[in-house]
């Protein structure tokens, strides 16, 4: 479970206190698939750094199964992000000298697990997402879609408390957007917890809940999950 | 006017009778629309009086007879026609929303900017609903018919983000208006 | 460990993708460790051949007793051998002669006690000579010599030929008695050594009734310090009682001053060589800023990520110190001879046969070249944990300047220039016995105002620019216009690039400066010593007092006799010891000397030279001398002779330049009566007016060639020799410096290389809307060129003041000498040129490069 409480994030800009995110106050459930929607500028993104620990807000609270993740060291901080988060990002973000395998295997090598013992875990979990075929393949061998399939499977080797995704699909066709919700969702189903922000209605379509920002504090919380029609 | 031809689409594959060719209706495009049997039989009636579709009387016991309809050779020219040719009119504007804008409180953004939220929501809700049902239909191995209703439903969720979208345009450019023309002046 | 995992699968393929970039960038540090490798190889070298050299002459000797070049009476013999404790004390004479004839090369010529040295000295005769030296044969014949079989297969003689030997006494022959094997005696100045009785020899070399040295051993059981002080208490003052060691290290320290100033560069190599670790891990951190963020976004942590970088730079520098070493041996088997014709040049005969290493010494230089490519690239490492997983991942990899531009480090340049500059003036205040006025002193002044200016690169590249763009660049076309704005746009890396090119121009400029002050000093006092037309010598007169041989003082009167002639100066120098060291005793007639040379007087007058010189126990020293010792005008000072001590008043300090062991001047008469020494280095001759130079000379020559042979040198000709041998002694500085200039162009082209790579699509756009290809070279090179001018604009400025800081400590504290700081202006322009050139050439390949770049390809790469 994921909680934040009157979580702000505020910038100086000489004189001026620009606020990213102010007072969001939010609990996301264990299993749950939730949408984060709103125009560039409504602070979706901040929402999505603090959450991932990327960055910590200068006022309120965020814990992730009760561990917080503000007032902590950057190294704290830093370990939350490799062990109990996985990012999926727009421009998928992959290491291009490195293999799908390696790329996907990268976190569990930051934790100084030895290749012989992770190749096999990628492989696997390479052959989950459906590219089996390409695993000793370099980014620039892949296409966009395959490409965010590797992140998503980079995302998800550690079997983190949530999966992170930023506008995942911002960058690809909307036939190929369609394979990576699907494959999105069907980890949801199996349990993942998923946070994605995006400004798209047909993304945020997939959550089991949507939650709207509007100038940097929640505007809509709707849930909807799992009804169907 | 287009029921004729979904009837017609319907029967072409097989003889069905009413009952059945309401919930073969429903499974393939009851979605988008909603029919009930008085419309269903009118336009059977309808069609047979045009010749483009026949029936047989089947006796059954303790229950009233019923009627199996069939397409005929004509209905299948009339079909095959209508499929070959594209749309020639762009589908009106017709929405009730239109007439609620166009009457809207010109004092005051926020009644207005209140309602686009409200609908914004309930197209998301709608947008959900048919995300969930795409994703349902994926799972099972898609029969050609599943591919129908999927593009179907991907027509209906476009429909939905298009009109999403303009509402967000219409709520930045009202709010635009406002604030570079306050009311209080303009009156 | 979780970094070995990283630089397994991320460093690697970095590694092998930019090959080229890698090499370059190493290439410093490589060349850094082979200069300090090849100059240590060397310098050991050097000593290890002196050290052999006594070591082998000195045979079981624990003990030497000597007393200056002049020698002392034989009577000293039996005091010695009468000290307790003493097993044998056998006398030596040992001299230069020549060869007169072959390869006229010089010769050791050791005068031994024929019955007794081989209680001292292991003498190995060739089977052939087996039956011939009889000791007792070998006595009774005056002229019998033993050479080295090595020499005399060089020189093709045989057992029993008569040779002829240049000595004090003009041209002697001696028969061969025997040839030596290459062992103990016989490896002695690399072979070139010959064995006689020693009574021929101080009859041969006019050393009669002197030795020049007691070889000592100990009887078994004695203690070593106790005879030492008993011989010492035995003999007269003045007298050296030194161990073979001792010597070593009597060597060591004469040649230190040489070999700091060659350490020097090669630190300077090593310095630059850091640069360019700098600069290309301060690159590859911009390029990998996005690798960088992703990392840090899936959670590596900040020290991860530094260690990576580090760890990085620590595999490919340990690589590239490796070669370095064994570029460093090379090196030094290419420099060795010219080093050691230096060092032959300037104090001694090194004779050196074998390059001398130690494994210790090898395997230090490489950990030196590993720790400061580490120390060069942890700055920019530790900048890898200023970015943050969201700038990186949300933009391109470019700009995100100001990661060397911080406030820190402004403040930092300012302070280290205010604390070099506190330095200087705290050491020009300080006196002369000020702890402060060291070389540590004016070093520490001269790094500090160089890394603070290297500091200060990014904010002076930024003004430049300002200037560049007010003033210069509306002349330009849009190429120029476009490259001052690219400079801006990064101006951190190019300020690093910029650095590299300041240092070495800062170096070149300081270097020439420095020595064109002491080419010009020198130059100005040799001009103002030797005012003779003609110097006579027996060798070449630069060979006197390292390895000459020196002519009686009685030939004076027949140089005189030679029509032309209208005066001769006798001069005779040599080494004796003051407090126990070695400092050089020049004797010329003073008055003489006073009446045609513009001495230059640093403390007292020239009536002082003449009035109290001249058959009086009064002496001059010069400034080295006078800072070494703390001597002033009208102090005392005790000097050992023959006799004994005797205490002389110093009169005046000079300027010399001599030996920078310090130089103490007398006039000859007062030398000849204390030190019972006849005889004479050089004539200096001058000719009446109007006679003809080259055939006074050659007068001279027929009258004394039949006896001797002899060299009469035109005084010009003598001064270019001198110049030619100063400036070679400068080869190696030289030699370092292009080294240091090339490697400055090695960062240049790093720099614009990455500029090119990084700004591809950028180019991609300007080609798409008609840029020509030349124009998108012409642009690479302008940034390439405005770099170098603006790191030469500086390095030239810091140049010209490093070069004084030199100065001031290499030669007034070291030397011990003042020197005035000559500016070679025409070194400025040069240096101009050459850093606007050189960058030039190495925006070449960059260039080439950017104007190759796929128009299509560039656009479509994001």
Known sequence: MIELRNAGKMYRQGAREIYALRDVSLVIKKGEFLSIMGPSGSGKSTLLNLIGGLDQPTSGEIFIDSTPLHGISDNELTLIRRRNVGFVFQFFNLLPLLTAAENVGLPLLLDGESFSLVKPKAESILRKVGLGERIDHRPEQLSGGEMQRVAIARAIIGNPAVLLADEPTGNLDSHTSEEIFLLLKSLNEQGQTIVMVTHDPKAAAYGTRIVTLKDGTTSQDISIGGEES | ?187 | MNITNLLRHISLKHLKLQKAQLFIALSGICLGVAAMVAIDIVNRSVLRSFEDSINHATGRAVLQVAAGESGFPEKMLDVVQGVPGVEYAVPVIETNAKLSGGTERAVMILGVDVLQDHQIRDYSITDESADIPDPLLFLARSDSILLTRSMAEREGIKIDQQIQVQTVEGIKTFQVRGLLNPDGPARVAGGDIAIMDIYAAQMAFGKEGRVDRIDVSLLRGEDFDKVKERIQGAVPEGYNIDTPAGRTRQVEMMLKRFQNSIGFVSLMVMFVGMYLIYNSVSISVVHRRKEIGIMRALGAKRGEIIRLFLGETLVTSAIASFIGVGLGLVFARLSIGVVAQSVTDIYMQASVTELAFSWGELIRDGIIGIIASLAAAAFPARSCARITPISAIRSMPYSEDGFLFGTKIKIASAALIILSFTILIAYKMAGNSSPLRTSGTTFAAALFLTVGLSLGTPLLLKWFLVFFHRYISPRLGAPGRLAGLNLQKNVSRNAVALAAVFFSISLLVSSVNAMNSTRTSIFEWIDSVIRADILIASGHPLSIGAHGIPMPGEMIKEIEEVPGVLTVEPFRKGYIYYNGRKVMLETTDIAMRMEYCPGMMAEGTRDDMVNLLPGQDNVVVNEGFATKYGVRKGDSIVLPTPDGPVRFGVAGIVVSYSSDSGVIWMDISTYRKRWHDNLVDMYEVRVKPGQDIRKVSGAILDRMGGERRLFALPALEFRNEIRQILDRSWAVTYAINTIVLVIAGFGIVITMLASVLERTREIGVLRSIGMKRSQVSGVVITESVLIGAAGGLLGAASGLLVGWIELEGFFRIDFGASMTYHIDYLSLAWALLLSAGLSALAGLYPAHRASKINIVEALRYE
């Open chain 2, 1 to 187: 006017m287009s029921i004729k031809f979904a009837i017609l689409g319907i029967l072409a594959e097989r003889d069905l009778h009413g009952y059945e060719l309401k919930s073969s209706f429903d499974e393939k495009v009851g979605e988008f629309w909603s029919l009930n049997y008085g419309q269903i039989y009118s336009t059977l009636d309808r069609l047979e009086k045009e010749e483009l579709v026949t029936h047989d009387r089947h006796v059954q016991d303790k229950r009233p007879d019923r009627k199996i309809f069939s397409i005929t050779p004509q209905g299948r020219e009339e079909l095959e026609k209508w499929l070959s040719t594209p749309l020639n009119k762009v589908r009106a504007l017709r929405d009730e929303f239109f007439v609620k804008l166009v009457f809207m409180d010109k004092s005051s953004p926020v009644p207005i900017l209140e309602l686009i939220e409200k609908q914004k929501v309930l197209y998301l809700k709608h947008m959900n609903r048919l995300t969930s049902r795409k994703v349902a239909l994926k799972k099972k191995s898609g029969s050609l018919d599943d591919l129908t209703t999927e593009l179907l439903i991907d027509a209906g969720l476009l429909h939905a983000e298009a009109a999403i979208k303009w509402l967000g345009l219409c709520e930045l450019k009202i709010r635009a208006a406002f604030e570079s023309n306050p009311p209080l002046r303009r009156i």
